[in-house]
């Protein structure tokens, strides 16, 4: 089993960049894709990064995903911030047997 | 398009059970593996259950390992999750899922409440 581990929360003002992790406990992160969902209050999550840094149609590119061997880890970078940027963010992998969710990070736009 | 509508959602006392059911349209319901996701007031997501598109492998989180049981009818395209022994930590969202191994499209979730 692994675990993949995110930061509680993230504060950065508008028209900045804030960069979110997501280490994995056992296991290449690069072994299997990882995903990264938003979800806003009161609403199921949506995708905003697929496949460790494919953004989907609709998804402005100031969404970004990245992968790092070295630390075993990966990234969602948001630039520009905008307040409607505000919301949790999930990151999601899996292997042969599960599938695992980071606890989620609350992103606040101040 | 794809839609996911998930129901059978409500009170129940400790102990209890409930069936839920998620339906879907839009897509060949019998080529993809279907999941179950739950999510507690206030907290983080949580896997709990996954089965393969023709339902002969099924994974369950050990929170709900022999409590729950993962369902699905390929002819009915519909997927279910029937709950045993409730406890209020199963007291969630839960959200019916797409699987690919990662998430490609959710329902809207149903609200499952376990309290006296």
């Known amino acids: 089993n692994f675990m993949l581990t995110q930061p509680h929360s993230v504060s950065e003002s508008p028209g900045k960049t804030v960069t979110i992790s997501c280490t994995r406990s056992?296991?290449?992160?690069?072994?299997?894709?990882v995903q990264w969902y938003q979800q806003r209050p009161g609403s199921a999550p949506t995708t905003v990064i697929y496949?460790?840094?494919?953004?989907p149609s609709g998804v402005p590119d100031r969404f970004s995903g990245s992968i790092d061997s070295s630390s075993n880890s990966a990234s969602l970078t948001i630039s520009g911030l905008k307040t409607e940027d505000e919301a949790d963010y999930y990151c999601?992998?899996?292997?042969?047997?599960?599938?695992?969710f980071g606890g989620g990070t609350k992103l606040t736009v101040l | 398009q794809v839609q996911l509508v998930e129901s059978g959602g409500g009170l129940v006392k400790p102990g209890g059970s409930l069936r839920l059911s998620c339906a879907a349209s839009?897509?060949?319901?019998?080529?993809?593996?279907m999941s179950w996701i739950r999510q507690a007031p206030g907290k983080g997501l949580e896997w709990v259950s996954y089965?393969?598109?023709?339902?002969?492998?099924?994974y369950y989180a050990d929170s709900v390992k022999g409590r729950f049981t993962i369902s699905r009818d390929n002819a009915k395209n519909s997927l279910y999750l029937q709950m045993n022994s409730l406890r209020a930590e199963d007291t969630a969202v839960y959200y019916c899922?797409?699987?690919?191994?990662?998430?490609?499209?959710w329902g809207q979730g149903t609200l499952v409440t376990v309290s006296s």
């Open positions: 899922a797409r699987d690919r191994g990662l998430v490609d499209y």
């Open positions: 839009g897509f060949t319901f019998s080529d993809y593996y």
């Open positions: 089965i393969s598109s023709s339902g002969s492998t099924i």
């Open positions: 056992s296991g290449s992160i690069a072994s299997n894709y």
């Open positions: 496949e460790d840094n494919q953004r």
């Open positions: 999601q992998s899996y292997d042969s047997i599960q599938r695992v």
